[in-house]
């Protein structure tokens, strides 16, 4: 091999290390068109992507969040209703989820007009308690999001942007799913 291909084959090889470790560290991630598995065929890649609205909830003990609290990591925002027999469907799932990928905020928001009690109440009793409990009772997220239907789940970036949009119930807890996330969080 002459000298020019040997430097054209060492550059390469360096390259697809490069590329290994970005893709490995997370920080090649939806934003470069990494597409969600085929068990999360509901998550749809937003384009173009929009700010998240700047809206607010409560957790059990009443405090108010502000979804931009959780500016600087992923956060996957899901809402849902006890009524919604999908939304309670998935709700075991998305706590396995949230175990299991550890760089990336599950929070499950109530928007069906529970008080903070009824929700912990309810999640404790499905197996999701882990998610922790947090209640809109004046549905503003349903509205600010436009969720026209329930379960609505929201994946947001580090920088406040919706990134992707499932509208109805996904697999959250297959191990491709899992992977997936832990992928793109870098985890």
């Known amino acids: 091999m002459n000298r ?3 430097i054209i084959t060492v550059l390469a090889i360096l390259l697809a290390v490069a ?3 970005l893709y490995g560290k ?3 991630s939806v934003h470069q068109g990494l597409a969600p598995p085929a068990s999360l065929a509901a998550l749809k890649l937003q384009n173009p992507q929009k700010a998240a609205p700047q809206v607010a909830f409560s957790d059990a003990g009443g405090r108010r969040f502000a979804l931009s609290d959780f500016k600087g990591r992923y956060v996957l925002l899901n809402l849902w209703a006890t009524w919604c027999g999908p939304c309670v469907a998935e709700l075991p799932a998305l706590a396995t989820l949230s175990r299991h990928a550890p760089g990336l905020r599950v929070i499950a ?3 069906g007009r ?3 009690a009824q929700a912990d109440a309810f999640l404790k009793s499905h197996k999701a308690g882990r ?3 947090f209640v809109d009772t004046d549905i503003t997220m349903v509205r600010k999001f436009g969720a026209y239907g329930l379960p609505m789940t929201v994946l947001i970036d580090p920088k406040g942007n919706v990134i992707a949009k499932a509208e ?3 697999e959250w807890a297959t191990p491709e799913a899992v992977a997936y996330f832990k992928r793109i969080t870098g985890t």
């Open 4 to 6: 020019p291909a040997k």
């Open 168 to 170: 109805g119930p996904a």
């Open 109 to 111: 928001v109530d928007v």
């Open 26 to 28: 997370g920080l090649l």
């Open 131 to 133: 998610l922790g409990t």
């Open 19 to 21: 590329l290994g470790i």
């Open 114 to 116: 529970d008080t903070p």
